[in-house]
């Protein structure tokens, strides 16, 4: 066997395996008499069978998957062994010439590797880079407490009905006729709800402004909702193709109105907002909400410096040249099955090109800061996305033993570990570099710091 490795300009490599019939020939051999043992052939006992018809009959098959087998170890096997950092998968050389797997002479194979471009990636307390600190003003809090309010809120019963209150009503609906009557055969619904608020046409809205209970409003549900027949026909307790059917004005008498009302802040809201005595009073609560904030916005503020640490190096790099048509075909390699693969292509490599640039600057600092994931860090870091996914739906005092096992769950997931692994990573290489760059800190406000994220 024989295997030769080049790569003139650094990037396009071409590696040469020849195989000797004898490094494959055993194990072909060895293959063929299991083939023997097995072989249920008309005329011959079972593992009887002349070798010599087992050869012609399985022969050639047998032999291109040995060496198909084989020259896969043998190059992944050279790659890991003289360190070649190759991108993607090797495809067949374009310079291959047909393969005659009948014979015995030495066969060759010519595979085309895409290789990394050579540079160093490093920071020091030479760079620079910018740091945002998140303000947390009474506004924020405020929004926060208003936030727990409405989750904690409820619907109360009115007397009367207020626009602005954006009360909900309750009541009978009934089908008139062309002359204003109750419409024979018409639709009926008992208990429909309405919100006025939302009806798309202003006169039909003002129809119920001030409206009580007990009240008879005549109104136009088509006109209410000249573009949504599924508004139309979920109210009435039709299917949509009969809207058009149904045109004409409706009666609504009013049963019920509901109000809804926000909590009130008290210890009612601490303990149902942070569990049951962990805070004691407003000024408490509104601290408890702005470490809160605090921690959201480290997160956020650690996601910006990760950018800029990327914007900065890919600055301070500068442009990585790689092998575009060799990466183009194993991106349509990747990608066969699409229809519009060269397009896609077309479309998405620039894109792809950056983003590998930046995974390989990533791998040489995550080296150097001689960063590992360990078992405990992706168990932290999926407690702290369960918790996060909890807190989106205003759960913020869940117990740690439910999110170890929501996160024991996430972590059971293949598609899952990947993500995780990642964010990982991140955390861990942002605690790192903010360690050894020197940071330029900078005060923002949230609104701020959102429209930077914007433009960027």
Known sequence: MNITFEAPDKVNGLMTITLENADYQGEVDKTL???????????FRPGQTPMSLIKRQYGTAVKVDTVNKMLGEKLYEYVRENKIQMLGEPLPSEQQEPIDFEGDKPLTFMFDIAVAPEFKAELTGRDKIDYYNITIDDKLIDQQVDMYQSRAGQYEKVEKYDAEQRDMLKGDLRELDEKGNAKEGGIEVADAVLMPQYMKVEDQKKLFDGCKLGDVITWNPR????????????????????????TGDFTYQITEISRFVKAEVNQQLFDQTFGEGTVKDEKEFRQKISDIISQQFKADSDYKFLLDVRAHMENKIGKLEFPEALLKRVMKQNNKDRKDVDEFVDKNFDASIKELGWHLIKEQLVAAQNIKVEDDDLKAVAKEAARA????????????????????????????????????????LTAALKQVVKLNEKDITLDDFQKMLQEK
């Open 33 to 43: 008499k299991d083939y023997r043992k097995r072989a249920n052939v008309p005329g």
């Open 223 to 246: 006109k209410a909702y000249p573009e949504s027949d599924v508004e139309v026909s979920s109210l009435l307790k039709i299917e949509k193709d009969q809207v058009a059917e149904h």
């Open 389 to 428: 996914q909890f807190a989106q739906y205003g759960m913020s005092n869940v117990p740690d033993e439910y999110l170890d096992n929501y996160a024991q769950e996430m972590l059971k997931k293949r598609e899952n570990v990947d993500g995780l692994v990642d964010r990982a990573v991140d955390m861990k």
